[in-house]
């Protein structure tokens, strides 16, 4: 592959991360190295992560993708409501009891 294939090919990647719906696609460096299109940086999901390897896929068909992107976002669970039992929750006469037996 000779030097203007290779940016010829970058372009082309380029064009079709700038043009696919990734939230930040200019976060994304696309080299080209003995045969393989490497992306690097970052991106928010692995939705993202995805899409950046498919539209890449989509520009350079013949070559194979090294997807080196690492995903930045931090998936946090929903909160769950714990409700605490106090002793005032149990009835008078059953008291909780905190020995076995």
Not at 37 to 43: D, T, Y
Request: cysteine-free; aromatic content about 6%; charged content about 25%.
């Amino acid at each position: 592959m000779t030097g203007m294939d290779i940016v010829g090919l970058r372009d082309a990647v380029r064009e079709a991360l700038d043009k696919s719906p990734l939230a930040d696609a200019k976060s994304i460096s696309v080299e080209i190295a003995e045969g393989e299109v490497v992306l690097k940086g970052s991106v928010a999901s692995a939705a993202e992560w995805m899409e950046a390897e498919y539209a890449a896929s989509t520009a350079s068909s013949p070559l194979k993708i090294k997807n080196a992107l690492t995903i930045s976002g931090v998936w946090e669970a929903p909160k769950d409501d714990v409700y605490q039992a106090g002793v005032e929750s149990f009835p008078a006469s059953d008291p909780p009891s905190w020995t076995p037996g």
